[in-house]
T-cell receptor
Framework: ETGVTQTPRHLVMGMTNKKSLKCEQH?????MYWYKQSAKKPLELMFV???????ENNSVPSRFSPECPNSSHLFLHLHTLQPEDSALYLC????????????????FGPGTRLLVL | AQSVAQPEDQVNVAEGNPLTVKCTYS??????LFWYVQYPNRGLQFLLK??????LVKGSYGFEAEFNKSQTSFHLKKPSALVSDSALYFC????????????FGSGTQLTVLP
């Protein structure tokens, strides 16, 4: 285990539903990340939080809404998703995300497999 | 700018043989390079990284990678493959001195045949 947990592990939702993904890290890290992994495509970075502040949003549609109440928890709120949003959503954490010499390793959770019908 | 390429979608190797998973990168500056492995229905696990220093980096599970600046490559290697090494492998790069986050390759599926 990497010290990063994600719930739920699997989620099926309709396009009109609202759901939330949860990530928790037990590593004492200060940075947390959301990635989207689709088949046959590179990992897509969605959001970055450093010391609870959002530092990066890679042009993610507003139907995805992140929340970081503290450095140990990260949520991804989902609403009115589309079938093309079906993917594996990965959470990761690292000691820090800021600074030009940041070389910290990211540690990943097991992911939430999302299916949008 | 930064990018990484894994030219092979699939690599097959017999158990006991050496394995190589290829990675090339393109950056404007000095790179930080990472290898991750993903087993089915799991997240990515860190294997090793190159930051500076010795070009040969040793990591988990007997894996190693060689940083080659002239060829802009960071190939992952293991002297003797195990069936349990079968997984999806990702190379990632980040530029030293940049605030940009990691860029991942598209992954290489390694299958070790018994």
């Amino acid at each position: 285990e990497t010290g990063v947990t994600q719930t739920p592990r699997h989620l099926v939702m309709g396009m009109t539903n609202k759901k939330s993904l949860k990530c928790e890290q037990h590593l004492g890290h200060n940075a947390m990340y959301w990635y989207k992994q689709s088949a046959k495509k590179p990992l897509e970075l969605m959001f970055v939080y450093n010391f609870k502040e959002q530092t990066e949003n890679n042009s993610v549609p507003s139907r995805f809404s992140p929340e970081c109440p503290n450095s140990s928890h990260l949520f991804l709120h989902l609403h009115t998703l589309q079938p093309e949003d079906s993917a594996l959503y990965l959470c990761a954490s690292s000691q820090d995300a800021g600074g030009p010499t940041q070389q910290e390793t990211q540690y990943f959770g097991p992911g939430t497999r999302l299916l949008v019908l | 700018a930064q990018s990484v390429a894994q030219p092979e979608d699939q690599v097959n190797v017999a158990e006991g043989n050496p394995l190589t998973v290829k990675c090339t990168y393109s950056v404007s500056g000095n790179p930080y390079l990472f290898w991750y492995v993903q087993y089915p229905n799991r997240g990515l696990q860190f294997l090793l990284k190159y930051i500076t220093g010795d070009n040969l980096v040793k990591g988990s599970y007997g894996f190693e990678a060689e940083f080659n600046k002239s060829q802009t490559s960071f190939h992952l290697k293991k002297p003797s493959a195990l069936v349990s090494d079968s997984a999806l492998y990702f190379c990632a790069v980040r530029v030293s001195g940049s605030a940009r986050q990691l860029t991942f390759g598209s992954g290489t599926q390694l299958t070790v045949l018994p």
